[in-house]
């Protein structure tokens, strides 16, 4: 049995934030023709983000991704400098989770947007959307994407990666949340 789906395109328009990204780029300083660079794609890029609610039954995710044509575009920077690419690289990735936390406020709060579990369902809302699963993987083909639970559901313990995420396998202390039932026992 098919379930009906419905998806709803959000409105996304997260604002650059230099310092943001320098923390998660992990640069200390960029030169001003740097900055006019990334700033110059970040509004290039703009238009190209979607955002996207996807509805079945009960379930309803939340799915933000950049094209292919982004993803050939930081290949071709890698090419030419590696070191611009990682900035390159660092602002899609910044971006796409940019605007999830503009949708998600609980995402930066929490420090996570658990994946869910890619079932039939969801992976064929996203096949619509043209942001498909990885075949027999729990990933998505798009290399700048995010799907998680719309609205936010949780934490760390109910993420379909965490066995393969370095947060998830931390031992208990970098878990964003902990719901009740999910507690390490002593």
Same mark, same amino acid.
């Given at each position: 049995? *098919?379930e009906?789906? *419905?998806?709803?395109?959000?409105?996304?328009?997260?604002?650059?934030?230099?310092?943001?990204?320098?923390?998660? =780029?992990?640069?200390?300083?960029?030169?001003g023709? +740097?900055?006019?660079?990334?700033?110059? $794609?970040?509004?290039?890029?703009?238009?190209?983000?979607?955002?996207?609610? #996807?509805?079945?039954?009960? *379930?309803?995710?939340?799915? +933000?991704?950049?094209?292919?044509?982004?993803e050939?575009?930081?290949?071709?920077?890698?090419?030419? =400098?590696?070191?611009?690419?990682w900035?390159?690289? #660092? $602002?899609?990735?910044?971006?796409?989770?940019?605007?999830?936390?503009?949708?998600?406020p609980?995402?930066?709060?929490?420090?996570?947007?658990?994946s869910?579990?890619? #079932?039939?369902?969801?992976?064929?809302?996203?096949?619509?959307?043209?942001?498909?699963?990885?075949?027999?993987?729990? #990933?998505?083909?798009?290399?700048?994407?995010?799907?998680t639970?719309?609205?936010?559901?949780?934490?760390?313990?109910?993420? =379909?990666?965490?066995?393969?995420?370095?947060?998830?396998?931390?031992?208990?202390? *970098?878990?964003?949340?902990? $719901?009740?039932?999910?507690?390490?026992? =002593?």
């Amino acid at each position: 049995m *098919n379930e009906k789906i *419905n998806t709803i395109q959000h409105q996304a328009l997260p604002y650059f934030d230099m310092e943001a990204f320098m923390e998660q =780029s992990r640069e200390t300083r960029l030169g001003g023709a +740097v900055a006019e660079r990334l700033a110059g $794609l970040w509004e290039r890029w703009l238009p190209l983000l979607r955002v996207c609610e #996807t509805r079945a039954g009960t *379930n309803s995710w939340l799915a +933000v991704w950049l094209p292919e044509s982004v993803e050939k575009q930081v290949d071709e920077v890698w090419k030419a =400098s590696a070191s611009e690419g990682w900035l390159v690289n #660092t $602002l899609a990735q910044f971006m796409c989770m940019s605007a999830l936390r503009e949708a998600l406020p609980e995402v930066e709060r929490a420090g996570c947007a658990p994946s869910p579990r890619p #079932t039939r369902t969801l992976r064929e809302a996203l096949a619509r959307l043209e942001v498909p699963y990885k075949v027999n993987a729990p #990933t998505l083909e798009r290399r700048y994407a995010v799907v998680t639970f719309y609205p936010w559901r949780g934490g760390c313990e109910i993420c =379909s990666l965490q066995a393969d995420c370095p947060k998830g396998r931390g031992g208990g202390e *970098n878990l964003s949340i902990v $719901l009740p039932g999910h507690e390490k026992e =002593s």
